[in-house]
């Protein structure tokens, strides 16, 4: 699928798009991705993924099942070679134009100050939890607080950034399948996050680093359940709930930072929790997973999605250290947790790790992390051109340029299986 931007923005004073507001959850069920993942040989080249040679079915949609026996997939729903075709009916959904727009005029008004917080706020990926004092010799005693701070001047900016792609969710997703966007491998793991964590109707749910509420409006409408999203970014909770309120949604969200425990919550609150690719921003994951599992129910799961560095990235080896002094700031993640330590940090608190894994078929996620740096390096040329003839203010160019600084240091740690952000864990607190 090529993705462009729209052939003329529209003027910022001028913005009336139609918004899709489809709230009513698809009566079907797409077969869990992970089955198909789980079974794939993470041997996989990447070429092997792109030219269609692995096994019909490898590629994570080789066909559909429903939860309910008497739910039964329609045909309609599968393209020829049995694979799942994008429904745009599974989620309600902004209007793409609507959201590039909304997003491109913030951009186009922000103040000289929050391109400069947003700009500074990146010394912290150069940074790691695991080095205190580095951290305190950069940012001082205080340097929870100041990576808190930096924290929101960087998600203020990246959020409207990321709404100019396919990104909007800050998230690139597990490879579930090649054919379809990055957008429908977003929604396709999220259903099956919603099945792994058995979300019901009615359930509560609880989402840490919540974003703009985006992921919990499609969870709420494809399970029935209502989600309490967390998030540190107040601009980001303003858009979620605005988000919520438009589709009619019972979904609520606070403001809290995971780095400054407890959490908000009543103890055994929640039915189920999920996380995608937040946990590199907190210091003390051994605290916050019990916090988690305070407010979690006896037997509800907690799925994870998360950044981790895998058992061939070598931190003596010059060259990994120089990809990796690269990638984190691109993916915004200040800790470099493994498998392992996620593993360890939850069975010490108390929950039992179900399942652990890669959640990318072949355990690669290049071809959609090359597919979007494509799209915004494209989207970049653009702005740079517009600043150029005047048309556009220069700092446009400036974020475009922090933007997209690394993308292929990004594909080449995933090809080499030096990192991963598709690494998934699905946890569940014993019952009492």
């Not at 250290?321 to 984190?328: D, G, Q, S, T, Y």
């Amino acid at each position: 699928m090529t993705y462009c931007l729209p052939r003329e923005f529209p003027r910022m004073t001028d913005i009336h798009a139609h918004t899709h507001t489809d709230t009513h959850t698809h009566p079907h069920r797409l077969s869990h991705p992970g089955q198909a993942a789980s079974q794939t040989s993470s041997s996989y080249s990447l070429s092997d993924l792109e030219n269609g040679n692995l096994e019909k079915g490898n590629l994570g949609m080789a066909a559909l099942q429903s939860p309910a026996p008497r739910m039964k997939a329609k045909a309609k729903f599968l393209r020829k070679d049995g694979r799942a075709k994008a429904d745009k009916h599974r989620s309600a959904s902004t209007s793409r134009l609507r959201t590039i727009c909304t997003s491109f005029r913030y951009l186009y008004n922000l103040t000289p100050e929050q391109v400069s917080n947003y700009l500074a706020s990146y010394v912290i990926y150069s940074l790691d939890w695991a080095d205190e004092g580095q951290m305190i010799q950069a940012l001082g005693p205080d340097y929870v607080e100041k990576v808190g701070s930096c924290l929101r001047s960087y998600y203020g900016v990246l959020n409207h950034l990321c709404a100019l792609g396919n990104v909007e969710k800050m998230y690139i997703p597990p490879l579930i399948d090649i054919h379809v966007s990055v957008l429908d491998n977003q929604l396709l793991y999220e259903e099956s996050v919603a099945r792994d964590i058995n979300l019901k109707p009615g359930d509560k749910a609880l989402d840490i680093g919540c974003g703009r509420g985006r992921v919990a409006a499609h969870m709420a409408t494809f399970s029935g359940a209502k989600l309490t999203g967390v998030n540190i970014d107040p601009n980001q909770i303003a858009q979620a709930r605005t988000y919520n309120e438009e589709r009619r949604l019972e979904n609520t969200f606070v403001e809290a930072d995971f780095n400054n425990l407890p959490l908000p919550f009543a103890d055994d609150t929640f039915d189920a929790c999920y996380e995608i690719q937040a946990l590199s921003l907190c210091k003390d994951l051994p605290a916050l997973f019990s916090e988690l599992h305070r407010v979690l129910k006896p037997g509800a799961k907690f799925s994870i999605l998360d950044w981790v560095s895998l058992p061939d990235y070598d931190p003596t080896n010059p060259h990994h250290e120089e990809l990796m002094r690269r990638v984190k700031p691109l993916i915004g993640a200040v800790g470099t947790p493994t498998p392992e330590t996620l593993a360890t940090a939850l069975m010490e608190v108390g929950f039992a790790v179900r399942k652990s894994d890669n959640a990318s078929v072949g355990g690669l996620q290049a071809p959609l992390i090359a597919k979007e740096d494509g799209y915004f390096r494209t989207a970049r040329a653009l702005i740079k051109g517009l600043v150029g003839v005047k048309v556009l203010p220069a700092h446009l160019r400036t974020l475009m340029d922090r933007l997209c600084l690394d993308g292929e240091a990004f594909v080449e740690m995933d090809t080499q299986r030096l990192v991963s952000t598709s690494y998934r864990i699905i946890a569940e607190k014993k019952g009492q």
